[in-house]
């Protein structure tokens, strides 16, 4: 028995030893990104169409916790990402969780080295302060580690969809969630037939995602889903979690990588 409880003792330390490696690693990874970030979004932000913020949006999100806007983006700016999304659609991490979600991703990290338009629209200025008027909070991007900080969401094979959900608060302050539509299409021609829905005291509520459409919600607030995607049909969002404060508690934080597993498998609860 002796020997089993010190063979067991050894694993375990053995795994703490090489988990510890790994984070460490994971933490270089993290910090290069950060230092990269400046050079590989130099000179690409964003054109808006939609500044500044009308006063009457602000008082929409105070009352519905969602906001959409058309067109948010002037159109070569619109076009840059598009054809960024475009290009990386078939690299996406695909995810099959069955009666929740079934879809594509590009993570975080890996748009930092394909999408550089995407990342600098998340970072600029800009569009943070757009944002803040509109939630009446200044608020900034959630931290580098956290893959779903920023994405690309493809919905590309038939059936792609996300069941009805909220997005949970993993942060120690607000936490808000800005799609930008980069891609809608269907296989006929016009929209994809996946349609962005939100519940509300009156009933479901399709808000529009045609591309250029900009929707900024509370996700712990407003239960929404994404409804399938038909074959043929392409839908690619830019996907952005900002909040007032990026820091979050070491439970609440495994807790977050149980769900991001929904959309980047089990790599994401050591990653």
Known sequence: MTWLVAGGGVILALVAYFLGRHQAGRAKVYQVLASLRGRLTENLAPVLRSTPVDVELSKRFERESLI?????LDEQSLEE???????????????????????????????HYCAPRCLAFYH?????????AVVGEQIGPTADHDQSSLSLLVYSQAGDHINWHYDHNFYKGRHFTVLLSL???GRQGGAS?????????????????VENNLVVFEGARCLHRATSASDGDLRIQLSMTFGTTPKIGLFKEFIRRIKDTAFYGLRVLWD
């Open 68 to 72: 959409h806007v058309e067109a948010f």
């Open 81 to 111: 990402m598009r054809a960024e999304a475009l290009s990386v659609a078939d690299r996406a991490e695909r995810t099959f969780i069955p009666l929740h979600k079934k879809g594509g991703t590009i993570s975080y990290e890996r748009i």
């Open 124 to 132: 600029s200025k800009l569009v943070q302060n757009w944002v803040s």
């Open 183 to 185: 891609v809608n299409r």
């Open 193 to 209: 037939s996946s349609q962005f829905c939100r519940r509300t005291p009156q009933g479901d509520e399709v808000v529009s995602t």
